[in-house]
């Protein structure tokens, strides 16, 4: 089955680590050309691309990564990696960047099924089980939402309160007794290691979704994935980015994972903005160290945020303080807003956050008066939670290569954009 257009392109490019300027060059079409090629094949002004191009792409892949791709990619030599083939996703430690581009790619091809323009039902019959003990909204109901998308239902619980560990159940046994009824558990848990925990006493798949203040694979996964979808579009690629990460750097677990994942980029610049209190654990500072990035750390917001590429916002996350931990040194100046924008001397800045962002007074968390532009990418991110986490049940359950030739035209009507203000990047490819 021939792989669809956009999802081909971009992996092509992906893999040979080139922006489109530079990949439309190196397949002598013109750039024009290429972003009409890949686009979404329900927009107005997709083209096909003709088949002497697909061949040629399919050539230089082959030439350039072909006999060496199982060792060695154009990322260079990669360190061994534990995803996917392993059983348990708890942190993203388990990928090397060849991992993390394959499931990238797969991510592309479940774009169709997200959009609901395209179904699939690959899983159908499989069950997961949601188990959340500490708030989500967009975490658990986007695992649901990939699950139902590749034909699966969803068992949810919510909260301690409402489950049995309220009577004193141990984790062991509540891993043991849902294990019985799904085929997949995702696991959030206000405590570190206790996701691991559930996963030590199951043969079923578990995935890390929020660990205390641990880590939090898929959202850096998808946070990373929208980063480069949105690079794409703008002509950069990650290695050589100027990133800023925002806010409550100490506890945020998205933060930690993101680290980790950019770790196996090349040449970063990374901006750690936080006040003192709240700084990135000394050993995720070294660890970005030692894969050669240049790391700055302050805790003034305008002087960070100037040149970069990304400003990656974070929520203060009051529920981990102990006791004796206040917000100062944290105020008015971390708010990411229009100015602070204005202050990074770029035009095309990324904006991102994992969301949820703090909207009440005095949070001053990541502006909404920059709702209606267009460098907020916080949607997308969101959206983009939708393929990526397919893509991990894919691999997971092992219906990856199923997914391409399963498709069908949905049957339903729904809006080209889900939100008010999304026709701000209707290119968006
Ligand atoms: C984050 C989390 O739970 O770690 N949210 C999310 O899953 N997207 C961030 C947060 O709570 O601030």
């Known amino acids: 089955?021939?792989?669809?257009?956009?999802?081909?392109?971009?992996?092509?490019?992906?893999?040979?680590?080139?922006?489109?300027?530079?990949?439309?060059?190196?397949?002598?079409?013109?750039?024009?050309?290429?972003?009409?090629?890949?686009?979404?094949?329900?927009?107005?002004?997709?083209?096909?691309?003709?088949?002497?191009?697909?061949?040629?792409?399919?050539?230089?892949?082959?030439?350039?990564?072909?006999?060496?791709?199982?060792?060695?990619?154009?990322?260079?030599?990669?360190?061994?990696?534990?995803?996917?083939?392993?059983?348990?996703?708890?942190?993203?430690?388990?990928?090397?960047r060849d991992a993390v581009e394959a499931l990238f790619a797969l991510a592309d091809v479940m774009q169709p099924i997200a959009r609901r323009r395209k179904v699939t039902r690959v899983l159908e019959g499989a069950v997961l089980g949601n188990l959340f003990f500490e708030a989500?909204?967009?975490?658990?109901?986007?695992?649901?939402?990939?699950?139902?998308?590749?034909?699966?239902?969803?068992?949810?619980?919510?909260?301690?309160?409402?489950?049995?560990?309220?009577?004193?159940?141990?984790?062991?046994?509540?891993?043991?007794?849902?294990?019985?009824?799904?085929?997949?558990?995702?696991?959030?848990?206000?405590?570190?290691?206790?996701?691991?925990?559930?996963?030590?006493?199951?043969?079923?798949?578990?995935?890390?979704?929020?660990?205390?203040?641990?880590?939090?694979?898929?959202?850096?996964?998808?946070?990373?994935?929208?980063?480069?979808?949105?690079?794409?579009?703008?002509g950069k690629l990650v290695d050589g980015a100027h990133i800023a990460l925002v806010g409550d750097l100490k506890y945020g677990r998205t933060v930690h994972s993101l680290v980790k994942l950019l770790a196996l980029y090349r040449g970063l610049k990374i901006s750690l903005i936080a006040p003192p209190a709240l700084a990135l654990p000394a050993e995720l500072v070294a660890l970005a160290a030692s894969a050669g990035h240049v790391i700055e750390q302050t805790s003034a917001l305008r002087e960070g945020v100037r040149g970069a590429d990304v400003v990656y916002a974070t929520r203060i996350q009051k529920e981990r303080f102990g006791t004796d931990e206040t917000l100062d040194g944290h105020g008015a100046d971390f708010e990411v807003n229009p100015a602070v924008l204005a202050a990074t001397g770029k035009p095309d800045t990324v904006v991102m956050h994992p969301l949820p962002r703090d909207s009440r007074p005095g949070s001053f968390d990541l502006s909404v008066d920059l709702n209606t532009d267009a460098r907020l990418a916080i949607f997308r991110q969101t959206d983009n939670g939708v393929p990526v986490r397919m893509a991990l049940f894919a691999q997971m359950l092992g219906v990856d290569a199923l997914v391409q030739r399963s498709m069908r035209d949905a049957t339903w009507r729904s809006p080209a954009q889900v939100g008010v203000d999304d026709a701000l990047l209707a290119d968006e490819a």
């Open 1 to 96: 089955m021939i792989q669809a257009q956009q999802a081909f392109l971009r992996d092509a490019m992906r893999r040979l680590n080139l922006t489109r300027e530079a990949f439309a060059e190196r397949i002598g079409s013109r750039k024009r050309a290429l972003d009409a090629w890949l686009l979404p094949d329900e927009s107005a002004e997709f083209r096909a691309m003709p088949e002497v191009v697909r061949r040629f792409v399919a050539e230089i892949l082959s030439r350039e990564l072909g006999a060496s791709m199982s060792t060695q990619s154009v990322h260079g030599a990669a360190p061994q990696a534990d995803w996917p083939g392993t059983v348990h996703l708890l942190s993203v430690s388990q990928f090397n």
């Open 136 to 234: 989500s909204t967009r975490t658990r109901v986007s695992f649901g939402a990939a699950f139902c998308r590749l034909g699966g239902a969803v068992c949810d619980t919510t909260g301690f309160t409402f489950s049995s560990m309220a009577k004193g159940e141990s984790i062991y046994d509540t891993s043991r007794v849902i294990s019985g009824y799904v085929d997949v558990l995702v696991v959030r848990h206000p405590e570190q290691g206790a996701v691991a925990e559930f996963a030590r006493a199951t043969h079923i798949p578990v995935i890390n979704g929020g660990d205390g203040p641990g880590e939090h694979p898929t959202q850096a996964l998808l946070d990373l994935y929208t980063l480069q979808r949105e690079f794409s579009r703008i």
